[in-house]
């Protein structure tokens, strides 16, 4: 009687520490935050409607999944580890946001609005991925902006903005706060651009 509870002891305790070692660990997601900006009182655009497009990837296919390099030829994803949404869809939101914000313009629309613009932003994406080098690790992120004439049709001006930014760890979680960072000084950069 003792040796068939103390068997049966022994084979919960196996079941316990097999399901326990078999259960893929818990999927961590980030988010770009929404950098905070000041409104901007003198604007040549404060009476015009911006439209902002859905960014594409020059290189890439933009999904939820984190990116990472070991070198130009070395690419992965991260498997318990994602942003919030497409990154594609993040970047027009955060857009958005930080120039409806800035007040540099009347108002400032997905391209999904039926309502008529002055201007159109486009955006290509170059790079957005974690970087890793040996010990170097970085949130590199290269962005392409074009503000063209909706009116016309013409082009008003071009710039690409490309950033690396030191991650404080090697892992997504890092790569998630340096990002952010990036996020932050591209949108100051892009209003200093579009006002000059």
Not at 112 to 121: A, D, F, H, I
Not at 124 to 142: C, G, L, M, P, Q
């Amino acid at each position: 009687m003792r040796k068939i509870k103390l068997q049966y002891i022994v084979q919960s305790v196996l079941v316990m520490v097999m399901v326990g070692c078999t259960q893929a660990p818990t999927m961590q997601i980030y988010s770009i935050e929404v950098p905070k900006v000041s409104a901007i009182s003198a604007s040549p655009y404060k009476n015009k409607v911006l439209k902002v497009t859905f960014p594409y990837s020059i290189r890439e296919q933009m999904t939820e999944k984190m990116n990472f390099s070991y070198s130009d030829s070395d690419y992965g994803t991260y498997l318990n580890s994602e942003w919030s949404n497409n990154m594609s869809k993040l970047m027009q939101g955060t857009l958005i946001d930080v120039l409806s914000n800035s007040k540099l313009f009347k108002a400032v629309l997905a391209d999904t609005s039926t309502l008529k613009e002055n201007y159109r932003l486009e955006s290509n994406i170059f790079t957005f991925e974690h970087r890793v080098r040996a010990k170097d690790s970085y949130a590199d992120v290269s962005i392409q902006f074009t503000l063209i004439d909706a009116d016309t049709g013409k082009l008003v001006k071009i710039k690409r903005f490309s950033y690396t930014e030191p991650t404080p760890t090697i892992d997504a979680k890092g790569y998630a706060i340096a990002t952010n960072k990036v996020i932050y000084r591209l949108s100051q950069d892009l209003l200093a651009w579009i006002i000059r």
